[in-house]
């Protein structure tokens, strides 16, 4: 019998090449590198940004100079020169498209090989995308549907000239400029992101998407992202990204801020997948994210992630429960292999009463990678009855890799009520037996096993995105289980 | 002139009293230039991150009491375990009281450490021994740079210890706040058993201040089974450091009580160097006022096919600080590992704090980890059937918090001390049960 072994399966994911590894050939408007206010300055100019922009862009340079690269994290890696990095960089024939003839073919032809055709997105998923290439939106869809409710959603350079008294506002609310150095890097650098309004108990019909590419060498992404649900609105937003392959590490630090004011519900989905490194761990992306909600009054954030690639992961989706009744939920997937590191985790912190946050995090790691779950679980001394449940499971496959949990809880209320719990274990070869005594071959085995594992977080996501994540699961674990 | 600054001159002056060609010698200068180079820690420490010293560090401690107050017995019976015969070691602000204490050499040797280090006969144990377990912290390094004096616990192969050992530092502190170092060295032999009972109590109002440091190297099939108890004054702090090498099959045991000081803060590391080692830690904490309780636990898995227990138990009222800081390690080559944690905290007033941080940190794949960690109330539902039965609610509280911190009591294998403890807890929580616990 053609028998499937472990080793079998460990040389097949070892030779699997980065799938979406390609580089798309177009002209891009790239400033020098390095970075100083001039540089800050000209990023703004470039954007034609007012000047309360430009100054909240130098003022946050300023901190960024006083700050030290943080250290505390569970990866390493050779630090990022950050004079080395050309901080702008948007593909040259930047018109405002009308349709999608008018876009570059060799963009549309990217988007193709990811096979998220712009057309078959718009007919048949029903999701409005703004798609972010290298820095600058080039193409937003269903903005009229979507302008009927008085959505607002578009990209947050656009929305500096359009909306600027929301921007102002509600900007660096949640994760101040000087909040931690990736942070501070990110508000004076921003080159694009997205920019989403609900109004007042508007229930956003469908779901909204954004992609990210990395392009071109040698640019770091600074995207920055702002979420605002209204009084009793409703959003459920998606974000999803694939880089292509390079041998030079690029950094990514994106900052996202949600603000969900009274009984207003924002969902937000990602499936990350920067190119992970080669397996001898040479190249992939840095992936250093801030993001954080803050929930106002029966508010409620939910963070889903499923995080499959970059070569460094730091990302701590938080959200502040400062109004009563709200609510924080987190659910995550963090998946290595090779030699990825991951540090992710969450904070929920519960100044209101009666506030509830729930956190699921499952970590599968394998090959050489290391996987950390770290999470903070802070009850104010005012926080009343709140209630706090947190999973973390960690599967091992292999002997090389390295799972570890630091979960930080901190309760200063009587009335809380924190539980938590976090296992560590393999695919029991019991388990493996079961399947193929009943003639299920070891490698579905393993892929039904794994999906049962993240089964929890997986339902969490949006229908659109399941299916993706579910094939980005076996992608990067195919074979690699023991 | 700041603590540090003061140790580090006391220890120029004390070295001048040494015999610098003593075999621990190098030791002692390495350590000292350690504590020099790093200094007290602070919280900018991950591992000190919710315990603040400085508070503590501001008294201006004496680090060698003139003359220590001789003790009448019947004035600290009560601090012994005095119904039942025991071995005693007892220091007097750091100095052996031979008064007080009841050592050995017939079979075993329960006696100085002081001693061990200056005869030959011991030189051996010495060299084997001696700081191979301890750790390079700054706060151990300062132990190691003054270890002079504490508990030499050697016990041979094959021997079991008929009675428990009673090791009792008292602090009388009478001219001026007191910094005391005792280094208790115990070396139990290939399937030898042990018990022993490790306390720390100040007798004045001054404060005082404990850095104890204790090594525990437990052999083949070797069986410890380590008390502590902590119910000092609320002027005295304790950091207490213990290190403690397992080797194949060998089984330890330490539990922890905790019912007072000012400021506890207990590191306990355990590391299984050969297969199948058993490992229990295990602890109970209750504390009120401004007490401070921190438990540090390490449980590092060396070998393959060992277990590790840990349950720490704590009620916290007042503005109380708790803080739980436990970690797991397994090495890569430390395959079937049962690691298992747990620890339940229960906050009575609106003022209290707790911080948990409980880690594994793992890099074997066939392992079994597991922890889990809580922080609630007394269920309102069980103390409504209690009162509902006519018990008052503060004898239905205590109930609740007896039974809450009786798993940890129950392993308890000394039934004297668990009848002290029992009557500890009583206290604490300000009833008599009515009943014989």
Not at chain 1, 60 to 89: G, H, L, T
Not at chain 2, 157 to 172: D, G, L, Q, R, W
Not at chain 2, 186 to 195: K, L, P, R, S, Y
Not at chain 2, 318 to 327: I, L, M, T, W, Y
Request: net charge negative; with cysteine; hydrophobic share 35%.
């Amino acid at each position: 019998m053609n028998k499937f072994t472990e080793d079998d399966l460990k040389k097949e994911l070892e030779t699997k090449e980065y799938e979406y590894g390609f580089y798309t050939d177009i002209e891009s408007d790239t400033f020098p590198v390095g970075l100083n206010e001039d540089i800050v300055r000209a990023i703004s100019k470039k954007k034609e940004e007012p000047e309360w922009m430009t100054e909240w862009r130098l003022e946050a340079f300023r901190y960024w100079q006083e700050m030290e690269e943080p250290d505390w994290a569970n990866v390493n890696y050779d630090k990022p020169d950050f004079q080395a990095i050309s901080y702008y960089s948007a593909p040259a024939k930047k018109a405002k498209y009308e349709s999608l003839d008018e876009v570059d073919p060799e963009l549309l032809e990217t988007f193709n090989k990811l096979g998220i055709s712009l057309e078959e997105q718009k007919k048949l998923a029903g999701v409005a995308v703004d798609i972010v290439m290298d820095s600058v939106s080039v193409a937003t869809t269903f903005k009229e549907t979507l302008a009927e409710k008085g959505i607002i959603f578009c990209s947050i350079s656009e929305a500096i000239q359009e909306h600027p008294e929301l921007v102002k506002k509600y900007i660096g609310s949640v994760v101040p400029q000087r909040d931690n150095f990736y942070a501070a890097l990110n508000s004076a650098v921003f080159s694009d992101g997205s920019f989403c309004y609900i109004p007042k108990g508007v229930r956003c019909p469908m779901e909204l998407s954004t992609y990210f590419r990395i392009n071109q060498a040698g640019t770091g992404q600074f995207e920055r992202t702002l979420v605002i649900a209204d009084e009793g609105s409703y959003v459920s937003y998606l974000e999803g990204c694939t880089a292509p392959s390079r041998d030079e590490n690029q950094l990514h630090a994106a900052v996202v801020e949600l603000i969900a004011l009274d009984d207003a519900e924002i969902k937000y989905s990602t499936v990350q997948n920067w190119y992970p490194g080669g397996k001898d761990g040479k190249g992939g992306v840095f992936n250093f994210v801030t993001k954080r909600g803050l929930c106002e009054t029966n508010a409620k954030i939910s963070w889903t992630q499923v995080e499959t690639g970059s070569a460094v992961t730091w990302k701590y989706p938080s959200c502040v429960l400062k109004g009563n009744n709200s609510i924080g939920e987190f659910y995550s997937i963090a998946v290595t292999n090779n030699y990825q590191q991951a540090d992710t985790g969450t904070k929920m912190i519960h100044l209101g009463k009666n506030t509830r946050s729930t956190i699921i995090s499952k970590g599968i790691s394998a090959g050489k990678s290391q996987n950390s779950y770290r999470g903070l679980v802070q009850i104010n001394s005012r926080a009343e009855n709140a209630r706090n449940f947190s999973q973390c499971d960690s599967l091992l496959m292999g002997n090389e890799c390295g799972a570890h949990t630091f979960p930080y809880i901190e309760a200063k209320n009587k009335s809380a009520t924190i539980e938590h719990e976090a296992t560590t274990s393999k695919i029991g070869e019991d388990q493996i037996f079961y399947c193929n005594q009943r003639g299920i071959d070891t490698e579905k085995a393993i892929a039904l096993i794994v999906n049962g594992f993240s089964k929890e977080v997986l339902n969490k996501l949006p229908m659109e995105f399941a299916v993706e994540a579910q094939k980005l699961l076996e992608i990067s674990l195919e074979g690699s289980v023991g | 002139m700041s603590l540090k600054d003061k140790l580090i001159s006391s220890y120029m002056a004390y070295e001048d009293s040494l015999d610098q060609e003593h075999l621990i010698h190098d030791i002692r200068s390495a350590a000292i230039k350690n504590f020099e180079n790093t200094g007290f820690p602070t919280r900018k420490h991950e591992a000190w991150k919710y315990t603040p010293l400085d508070k503590m560090l501001k008294a201006d401690y004496t680090v060698f009491p003139k003359k220590s107050d001789a003790l009448e017995y019947k004035n600290v019976k009560q601090y012994f375990l005095h119904d039942v015969d025991t071995y005693k070691i007892v220091f007097v602000d750091g100095v052996y009281s031979s008064f007080l204490s009841e050592t050995t050499h017939e079979g075993i040797d329960v006696c100085l450490l002081s001693s061990a280090l200056s005869k030959d006969k011991y030189r051996p144990v010495i060299e084997a021994y001696f700081n191979k377990a301890a750790e390079t912290d700054s706060i151990t390094s300062l132990n190691t740079a003054f270890a002079k004096e504490g508990a030499y616990i050697f016990i041979p192969a094959h021997k079991e210890v008929e009675k428990p050992i009673e090791i009792i530092n008292f602090a009388t502190g009478s001219e001026a706040a007191l910094m005391i170092q005792p280094r208790n060295l115990v070396v139990v032999g290939e399937n030898a058993h042990v018990q022993i009972i490790e306390r720390h109590q100040s007798l004045a109002e001054h404060p005082i201040l404990t850095n104890s440091v204790t090594e525990i190297f437990a052999e083949k099939r070797a069986y410890i089974d380590y008390y502590k108890v902590q119910n000092d004054a609320e002027t005295a702090s304790l950091i207490d450091s213990t290190y403690i090498k397992q080797e194949r099959d060998s089984n330890c045991r330490v539990h922890t009580f905790s019912f007072g000081g000012k400021l506890i803060r207990n590191n306990l590391n355990f590391y299984q160097q050969g297969q199948h080692c058993d490992s229990t830690l295990k602890g109970v904490t209750i504390i009120e006022k401004k007490q401070h309780v921190d438990h540090s636990t390490l449980v590092h898995h060396q070998s393959p096919n060992c277990e590790s227990h840990q349950d720490y138990k704590g009620i916290y009222d007042d503005s109380a600080v708790g803080v739980f800081n436990g970690k797991v390690m397994v090495d890569k080559i430390a395959q079937k590992i049962d690691a298992f944690q747990q620890n339940n905290n229960i906050l009575i007033s609106d003022k209290a704090t707790i911080n948990a941080k409980p880690q594994l940190e793992i890099f074997a794949d066939d392992v079994k980890c597991s922890h889990g960690c809580t922080i609630g109330q007394l269920d309102e539902d069980a103390l409504f059937y209690l009162r509902s039965r006519g018990i008052g609610k503060k004898e239905a509280n205590a109930l609740l918090m007896y039974a809450f911190a009786n798993n940890v009591l129950e392993s308890v294998k000394i039934p004297e001390l668990k009848n002290r403890i029992n009557g500890l807890i009583a206290e604490k929580i300000g009833v008599q049960l009515g009943f014989d616990l």
